[in-house]
């Protein structure tokens, strides 16, 4: 699968990100989002999610786990798996139901136990006074 590597000055150049994402993903895809604690994970997936018409507020999942939106044409499902306590929960959270339907966005994936192989994602790494985002998967949403 093609990988390319994009730095990211600051916020606005996160929020861009997020939006050239947006306009490229369709219900079924999954966006797995890594990086350690404050690389910018939940921000891309705020900005990603407003661009797909998300509007009000959107809460980190960080404490329910997962949190549904419904954004005409698409329903989005964003995940934030870091209080995971194992592998095990993620039936009851309705995450395999939603993977393959919805638009998935998911951090802190390494709690998963298998990866959906057609899945997009993103590694978020400080650099600088920014952060380098490190894309790799489907050629429709890497190469553009």
Same mark, same amino acid.
């Given at each position: 699968?093609?990988?390319?590597?994009?730095?990211?000055?600051?916020?606005?150049?996160?929020?861009? &990100?997020?939006?050239?994402?947006?306009?490229?993903?369709?219900?079924?895809?999954?966006?797995?989002?890594?990086?350690?604690?404050?690389?910018?994970?939940?921000?891309?997936?705020?900005?990603?999610?407003?661009?797909?018409?998300?509007?009000?507020?959107?809460?980190?999942?960080?404490?329910? &786990?997962?949190?549904?939106?419904?954004?005409?044409?698409?329903?989005?499902?964003?995940?934030? &798996?870091? *209080?995971?306590?194992?592998?095990?929960?993620?039936?009851? &959270?309705?995450?395999?139901?939603?993977?393959?339907? #919805?638009? #998935?966005?998911?951090?802190?994936?390494?709690?998963?136990?298998?990866?959906?192989?057609?899945?997009?994602?993103?590694?978020?790494?400080?650099?600088?006074?920014?952060?380098?985002?490190?894309?790799?998967?489907?050629? *429709?949403?890497?190469?553009?």
């Amino acid at each position: 699968m093609p990988n390319r590597s994009i730095h990211l000055p600051n916020a606005a150049a996160t929020d861009a &990100l997020g939006e050239s994402l947006a306009s490229r993903l369709q219900n079924g895809d999954t966006v797995l989002l890594s990086g350690d604690l404050g690389a910018g994970k939940s921000h891309l997936a705020r900005a990603t999610m407003r661009a797909l018409g998300v509007t009000g507020d959107i809460p980190s999942p960080t404490y329910t &786990l997962v949190q549904t939106y419904p954004a005409s044409p698409h329903e989005i499902l964003h995940a934030d &798996l870091y *209080r995971l306590g194992d592998a095990s929960e993620l039936a009851e &959270l309705g995450l395999d139901d939603a993977i393959g339907r #919805c638009i #998935c966005l998911i951090e802190w994936p390494d709690r998963l136990d298998t990866k959906p192989t057609d899945a997009f994602t993103i590694h978020l790494v400080p650099s600088g006074d920014g952060r380098t985002a490190t894309l790799s998967g489907p050629e *429709r949403l890497v190469l553009k």
